[in-house]
T-cell receptor, first 110, second 117 residues
Framework: DAKTTQPNSMESNEEEPVHLPCNHS???????IHWYRQLPSQGPEYVIH???SNVNNRMASLAIAEDRKSSTLILHRATLRDAAVYYC???????????FGQGTRLTINP | GAVVSQHPSRVICKSGTSVKIECRSL??????MFWYRQFPKQSLMLMAT?????????EQGVEKDKFLINHASLTLSTLTVTSAHPEDSSFYIC?????????????FGPGTRLLVL
């Protein structure tokens, strides 16, 4: 399984943007970049995903490097409810399963 | 609203007993579901892929005779932890893909917290 590398933890302030980085230097051409987040004592929830182009949805934006070896999840205006562990995962069409890494624990300060 | 449910949400059992956890897709059919286990302060570990109408596919190191998976219908998968021991205490989470596309996104259940005494 292609691996991703994320910082263990990050901290930001409420109502400020947050940029969560992810390195995936061994990504293959058909791997999709998925982001999920997990709030305490809950199952993960889907945030966003992309292949090559940057993506936006109501939750976040995903910026993908031109060489696809890294990506950044952007929360435009963090709230306290965004405090969670954020997982960057490479989804392989061949394997068709999500393999979680350690993720980034995001703390939001009021 | 939730699209994948799990039951029970938490269970306490005695060592040596078996525990069944249900995972249901609520408004869609899922030919495939996934089971994960998560220990405190750790990430999710994929245990197995549940396949409707066929045997489950287990990840390396997961004992198939201990963690029995049955995908009884297109909306239900069950995980039975047989002869549970304290080291099986964990947070068990299931997921299912809703759209059968190459960009599948997973919908996760709320998890089942198992405590084996």
């Amino acid at each position: 399984d292609a691996k991703t590398t994320q910082p263990n933890s990050m901290e930001s302030n409420e109502e400020e943007p947050v940029h969560l980085p992810c390195n995936h230097s061994t990504i293959s051409g058909t791997d999709y970049i998925h982001w999920y987040r997990q709030l305490p004592s809950q199952g993960p929830e889907y945030v966003i995903h992309g292949l090559t182009s940057n993506v936006n949805n109501r939750m976040a934006s995903l910026a993908i490097a031109e060489d696809r070896k890294s990506s950044t999840l952007i929360l435009h205006r963090a709230t306290l409810r965004d405090a969670a562990v954020y997982y960057c995962i490479l989804y392989s069409q061949g394997a068709q399963k999500l393999v979680f890494g350690q993720g980034t624990r995001l703390t939001i300060n009021p | 609203g939730a699209v994948v449910s799990q039951h029970p949400s938490r269970v306490i059992c005695k060592s040596g007993t078996s525990v069944k956890i249900e995972c249901r897709s609520l408004d869609f059919q899922a030919t495939t579901m996934f089971w994960y286990r998560q220990f405190p302060k750790q990430s999710l570990m994929l245990m197995a892929t549940s396949n409707e109408g066929s045997k489950a596919t287990y990840e390396q190191g997961v004992e198939k005779d201990k963690f029995l998976i049955n995908h009884a219908s297109l909306t239900l998968s069950t995980l039975t932890v047989t002869s549970a021991h304290p080291e099986d205490s964990s947070f068990y989470i299931c997921s299912a893909p809703k759209a059968s596309t190459s960009q599948e996104t997973q919908y996760f259940g709320p998890g089942t917290r198992l405590l084996v005494l």
